[in-house]
Structure formats: C-alpha cells, structure tokens
C-alpha cells in the first residue's frame, strides 16, 4: 500500500515556494560562482590552470636556485 502511494505522488506536481528567501535559480550553470558563457572564458580559464600548475615548479626551481652564490 505505502508504494502504490508513493508511485501516485508526482514530485513535479509540489508547487515551488518562490516566495521563499531561500529559494535559488535552478538549472544548468546556476550553481557556478562564474559565467562560463563570456567570450574570453577559455582563455582566463587554461591561463588559471597553467599558473597553478607551473607555480610548485617555478618556486621549486627559485629555491634551488636561490642559495648558489
């Protein structure tokens, strides 16, 4: 019995609560901090990548460096 209700309650047909302060966009790219729909995206992207990889390298190779002289 308590499946046969389960199935005959449809969670599409609960109405949202949009007057609720704690209700947020929903859908594709709502949940991102950025907007990965702007013209130059893939370049700040791969340009943050490559710097954050490089980084531990380039200081790796800094403090080796740093006390030869």
Do not use: D
Not at 32 to 61: C, D, E, H, Q, S
């Amino acid at each position: 019995m308590a499946s046969r209700a389960a199935l005959r309650r449809g969670f599409h047909s609960t109405r949202s609560q949009m007057a609720s302060p704690y209700h947020y966009p929903e859908g594709p790219r709502s949940n991102l901090p950025f907007n990965p729909l702007t013209k130059y995206f893939a370049l700040r992207y791969w340009g943050f990548m490559a710097v954050g990889f490089a980084a531990p390298f380039g200081i790796a190779v800094w403090q080796t460096k740093k006390n030869q002289g």
